[in-house]
């Protein structure tokens, strides 16, 4: 169910009767049909045909268009979905979505806002997965794909996905919790036909249980085995075999715990992986080996297909020489857990024509990204994360960094830039040199920090961003911002969609800019600024379209996130508190506040109101 | 008498110490035993030591001053004459305990405004130097482990410094520690380690025979002979010969 049509059960009536084609008389028991005609068979084609060419139709938002149109195309759309999206797992419940969606094979949901991630939400808030496990047990025994993004689920959860679903075959978890090694090892060892199990940034509890032998014995149907984020040793023989059984294994990506010498034999096994994750980077001795070492070089060489290339997780820059075969061809690479300088990193990049994906830590400062712009003409996502993530003076990089990105990346379309310093006119050189740009978020991590050079606020750069970028749809300020920003944002940013604010603006107007000038706002995620609840209230006409806002450490009190409740029955207001505030205090730590076909949600724990 | 002076002075000290909770109630417990046993408790007891007590009442020494008429050997209140009747003893409580309770006002007020340390909204133009705000920069905690991990792991295992070991030598009476990098060749290491112990051959450690064994030049006479081999004891707890396993 998409965020667009949450709030209607059915299209309006007047709908019905467009659509000559799509008029359905009493087929399948629907209700007011026409009586005009009276014969079904032509009616009973139409569907047919309809059905036919629906199932073609995979983008979400077309399907939600078309669920629109009338009550039989509402009808043949809810048949023919396969794949369900559910942006907010608490904006519909799973009995209503599996009534409307009665032949899904695909789950994607999610459930925490992203701030959670920043620990500004208290533990065991929600987000749980068994009542969508147990809903779908009954009404999708034949379901396939599970996909959640910070959700909580438990070792009970995974024990019903490999039971109760007996052509399971993909699962993806990306920052998720409350699991563990055991029950990794019932899922694995119980699901026979998985293709797909990918854990991404998610937190795995470790049991000691070795989950990796649980796999079955004999030819394995393994496509992708993800397992970066585990922090737990796994048994490197039993893993060894299991990949020598899985002759579809594309894509490989290991823990921490994996040393180079183990990586230099699975590759071995496997040359076909197209995506790799290399475990550690490094020997799993300090002290000399008194063997030769393995020919690394040649490893990578064998492996022909790969494209994406991540890892580096405790790496001896001595290595690194390694991968210059599979540079030429890479469209993906992920140093951001190594910490190495420009000196290290200039001899791999200078041969990474083809990258479109870099993720890179700060350590290789201005001059690294000075050799990224050199060579990655084809450069779309850049990441550069902070390898100290505190407020200091001093960075490794900065706008010098930035403007040479995008001097020499034209075609870059997100980025993702954290530092100690920026300034305006870098930041509009960006705007300028990359008009692709669909995501730009930029964090200075210094609060309130004004462009160095002109002493002036952020102000007019990330006004250029919004101005020159006419296809952002995702937006991150940082620095020192008035609400003359917001006002820029609410002129220029007609199709943004997610905008996360912390530490900026002067007054509730900044606020009242942005909600009342982005139509497309869908996310807006807000920490420590000055906005009251007259700014809350200027959203009144908008909060509907919205999957969710967060408001953190602002100005609001309660009586005021009260009024917006009782002006909107549909929307769930949240009230969080943190352990040392009082229950009976006006102000409010946090606000979440979500569009729901539900009402308050049942699950909530002690510390949240729902107003 | 004296054993109960003794035992409430103490116990004056110890309430008084414990400055976080127990404050009201030793100044409380103070102010009306000082009240009520003044003339008993003061100035008979050398040990009582006001001023290591820290009432924090206000008047350090003050408490001395109501033993009306009674030495005292407290000297650092510059109010000395007066007496303190049990009200005014009373007062000070009250005062103390209710500067505590406007200093937990404030900071709930704080805690309001700027959550838990973090920056405050009300003051945007002024962030505090170097406080680490929660959950700011927006880095995910889980990539913050990660970094900081590393960070560990490095140092301990000297990429970055210095690879420490620990020596003991039977009979020595603490270890020592050697950086791994600082040499280049066992024959080094083994100089080094030798220098380092015959140091327990000076002064009085060893009083059991080993000093003339462990004369510095004697033990670099042994280590350089042919009667003696270096040898050490490698992590499966094996005597190894030195010199089999490369230095790298």
Same mark, same amino acid.
């Given at each position: ?57 995979t ?23 396969s794949e369900l999206f559910i942006g907010?797992c608490?904006?519909?419940?799973p ?9 899904v094979k695909a789950l994607h949901l999610k459930g925490k806002?992203?701030?959670a991630d ?9 987000a749980h997965f068994n009542p969508w496990a147990l809903a779908m047990a009954?009404a999708y025994p034949w379901l396939e794909k599970v996909h959640l993004k910070r959700m909580s689920v438990t070792d009970d959860d995974l024990a019903t996905l490999a039971e109760l679903f007996l052509g399971f075959k993909e699962l993806v978890l990306v920052c998720c919790d409350g699991f563990g090694t055991s029950g990794l090892a019932i899922f694995v060892s119980k699901c026979r036909q998985l293709k797909v199990l990918d854990l991404i940034e998610s937190e795995v509890s470790d049991d000691e249980t070795d989950w990796i032998s649980c796999f079955p014995e004999g030819e394995s149907n393994l496509e992708s085995l993800i397992f970066d984020c585990v922090e737990c040793h796994i048994n490197f023989e039993a893993l060894d075999r299991l990949v020598a059984r899985s002759p579809s294994l594309k894509k490989l990506k290991l823990n921490r715990y994996v040393s180079i010498?183990q990586l230099y034999r699975l590759m071995v096994r496997a040359p076909q992986l197209t995506h790799l994750g290399t475990g550690s980077f ?17 490893a990578?060489?064998?492996c022909?297909s790969l494209v994406c290339l991540s890892g580096f997780r405790e ?15 890479l469209t993906s690479l992920n140093?951001s857990y ?19 994906t870099?993720w ?252 | ?88 003893? $009373? !007062? #000070? &409580? ?5 500067? /505590?309770?406007?200093?937990? @006002?404030? %900071? ?32 995910r905690s889980y990539r913050?482990n990660i970094?900081?991990n ?27 520690? $050697? !950086? #791994? &990098? ?5 024959? /080094?290491?083994?100089?080094? @380690?030798? %220098? ?53």
């Amino acid at each position: 169910m998409s965020e667009d049509d949450e709030r209607q059960q059915s299209p309006p009536s007047d709908l019905e009767f467009v659509s000559n084609k799509a008029r359905n008389c009493n087929a399948t028991g629907s209700g007011s049909g026409h009586p005009e005609f009276q014969s079904t068979y032509p009616d009973q084609v139409l569907e047919n045909v309809l059905e036919n060419v629906l199932h073609f139709l995979t983008s979400r938002r077309d399907r939600n268009a078309a669920s629109l149109v009338c009550k039989s195309w509402y009808r043949v759309e809810a048949l023919t979905r396969s794949e369900l999206f559910i942006g907010n797992c608490y904006a519909v419940s799973p009995g209503r979505a599996t009534a409307r969606f009665t032949r899904v094979k695909a789950l994607h949901l999610k459930g925490k806002p992203r701030f959670a991630d920043f620990n500004l939400m208290p533990p065991d808030w929600g987000a749980h997965f068994n009542p969508w496990a147990l809903a779908m047990a009954k009404a999708y025994p034949w379901l396939e794909k599970v996909h959640l993004k910070r959700m909580s689920v438990t070792d009970d959860d995974l024990a019903t996905l490999a039971e109760l679903f007996l052509g399971f075959k993909e699962l993806v978890l990306v920052c998720c919790d409350g699991f563990g090694t055991s029950g990794l090892a019932i899922f694995v060892s119980k699901c026979r036909q998985l293709k797909v199990l990918d854990l991404i940034e998610s937190e795995v509890s470790d049991d000691e249980t070795d989950w990796i032998s649980c796999f079955p014995e004999g030819e394995s149907n393994l496509e992708s085995l993800i397992f970066d984020c585990v922090e737990c040793h796994i048994n490197f023989e039993a893993l060894d075999r299991l990949v020598a059984r899985s002759p579809s294994l594309k894509k490989l990506k290991l823990n921490r715990y994996v040393s180079i010498g183990q990586l230099y034999r699975l590759m071995v096994r496997a040359p076909q992986l197209t995506h790799l994750g290399t475990g550690s980077f490094s020997p799993s001795d300090i002290a000399g080996q008194g063997d030769q070492e393995p020919d690394y070089v040649a490893a990578f060489a064998a492996c022909r297909s790969l494209v994406c290339l991540s890892g580096f997780r405790e790496i001896i820059p001595d290595y690194l020489p390694a991968i210059y075969p599979v540079c030429a061809n890479l469209t993906s690479l992920n140093f951001s857990y190594a910490n190495i300088t420009a000196e290290q990193l200039k001899p791999i990049i200078s041969k990474c024509h083809k990258l479109q994906t870099f993720w890179v830590l700060d350590s290789i400062c201005d001059e690294g990204l000075q050799a990224v712009a050199a060579t990655c003409k084809d450069l779309r996502e850049l990441r550069v994360f902070p390898v100290d993530p505190r407020e200091d003076n001093d960075g490794p990089v900065s706008e010098v960094g930035l403007q040479a990105i995008s001097e020499g990346c034209r075609k870059l379309q997100s980025i993702l830039y954290f530092c100690q310093r920026m300034t305006n006119a870098a930041v509009i050189a960006m705007s300028k040199n990359c008009p692709d740009l669909v995501v730009f978020r930029l964090c200075i991590m210094g609060r309130h920090r004004p462009d160095p050079v002109t002493s002036e606020p952020m102000d007019d750069g990330f006004g250029a961003i919004v101005m020159n970028c006419k296809k952002l749809t995702r937006l991150a300020v940082s620095g020192l911002l008035t609400d003359k920003a917001f006002d820029y944002i609410g002129r220029h940013g007609k199709l943004v969609r997610t905008l996360s604010v912390a530490f900026a603006g002067d007054s509730d107007m900044a606020l009242k800019y942005v909600l009342e000038g982005c139509p497309q706002l869908q996310k807006l995620e807000i920490r420590d600024s000055p906005f009251g609840d007259a700014a809350l209230r200027s959203g009144l006409h908008h909060y509907y379209n919205m999957r969710f806002l967060w408001m953190s450490s602002c100005r609001l009190t309660r009586h005021g996130c009260q009024e917006i409740a009782r002006a909107m029955p549909r929307l769930v207001v949240e009230v969080i508190r943190s352990a040392d505030e009082e229950e009976m205090d006006d102000v409010v730590g946090t606000l979440y506040m979500y569009r729901s076909l539900e009402g308050p949600r049942t699950d909530a724990p002690k510390f949240v109101t729902i107003l | 008498i004296k054993e109960q002076e003794e035992t409430e002075a103490k116990a004056i000290q110890i309430g008084s110490k414990d400055r976080s909770k127990k404050r009201v109630e030793a100044s409380c417990f103070v102010s009306m035993e000082v009240g009520r046993k003044m003339a008993n408790m003061l100035g008979t007891d050398h040990d009582l030591n006001f001023k290591e007590t820290e009432l924090c009442l206000g008047l350090p020494g003050g408490i001395a001053v109501v033993a009306a008429g009674n030495e005292t050997e407290s000297s650092s209140s510059p109010k000395t004459n007066g007496k303190r009747g049990f009200s005014e003893t $009373v !007062d #000070l &409580k009250l005062n103390l305990q209710s500067k /505590e309770s406007t200093m937990d @006002l404030n %900071k709930n007020l704080d805690d309001n405004g700027s959550k838990e340390k973090s920056g405050s909204a009300k003051d945007p133009a002024k962030p505090p130097a170097k406080a680490q705000v929660v959950g700011w920069p927006p880095v995910r905690s889980y990539r913050k482990n990660i970094m900081a991990n590393q960070k560990n792991s490095s140092e301990e295992s000297g990429n970055s410094g210095a690879a420490l070991v620990k020596v003991s030598m039977d009979g020595a009476p603490y270890l020592r520690k $050697v !950086d #791994l &990098k600082m040499y280049k060749s066992y024959q /080094e290491l083994s100089d080094a @380690l030798a %220098k380092m112990f015959s140091s327990f051959t000076m002064g009085n450690y060893g009083p059991q025979g080993m000093i003339d064994f462990m004369n510095e030049s004697k033990l670099m006479d042994l280590l350089n002979s042919s009667d003696y081999v270096p040898s050490y004891e490698d992590k499966d707890g094996d005597w190894m010969l030195v010199g089999d396993v490369p230095w790298q």
